[in-house]
């Protein structure tokens, strides 16, 4: 299970510029669960993703993974527990390295350093088989550096790279944005297939309203640093579109537009 308790994180405190990026905020997350969250620019999406990750420090509030409190933990030591995808899909892949190096690197996430193969024949089999099922023949690209393909395509590797190690959280950050919408589609296929198959609890940024109902089995929408709705699953398959701009009540302009895009 992942808590975040009575998170509290203002930016350029004591200035004119003061600004509460998150109010207090309390979560939680049970084992598996897919959860997409939404909201206006400026609501506190980001700033959570980069809370779970380490990437902030809140100025008050408790952050447990599985019971181990992490609050302390850097980036560097919280990536044995979390893996994040972000939205450019030049960010979490190494494009002078090639696809087989750097999913060698994802596996070594999280351990202990020493003398090891990177890359051995079993290895090799493993990332063979993985890449396979998503139907874009990176398997028979094993050697082609990462530089060279789509951003589709590195996005997949990148979303393979994050749950190679079956992470105890997911975090996608706005991971289709700067996709078309036919790569997009398949590139949350492939989100779908990985969340189910390996039971990641996972949390999902989207501007996409579509998409917020579409995937997951809870939606939380965020406006001023706090969860203004949390849905779950049976009821969000029952929510259109427009259901959800409206329940969003006082949503501005740029909500309205994002959901009709």
Known sequence: ???????????????PDERIALDRL?????????CVVVGTNGAGKSTLLNVLAGAIRPRQGRTV????DVSSWPVHRRAQWVSRVFQDPMVGTAPALSIEENLAFAAMRGRRRGLRMALNHQK?????DELARFGLGLENRMGAAAGLLSGGQRQVLALLMAALNRPRVLLLDEHTAALDPRTAQLVM?????????HRLTTLM???NMAHALEYGDRLLMM??????????REEKRRLSVADLVQRFGGASDQILLQANA
């Open 124 to 128: 090799r089999a493993r990332f063979r």
């Open 189 to 197: 296929e492939a989100t779908r297939r990985i969340v189910a198959e």
């Open 26 to 34: 309390d979560l939680s997350l049970d084992d598996g669960s897919f």
């Open 205 to 207: 940024i989207t501007h």
């Open 223 to 232: 406006e001023c640093g706090r969860v203004k709705l949390d849905i779950a």
């Open 1 to 15: 299970m992942i808590e975040l308790e009575d998170i509290d994180v203002v930016f350029y405190p004591g200035t």
């Open 65 to 68: 993974i599985d019971g181990t």
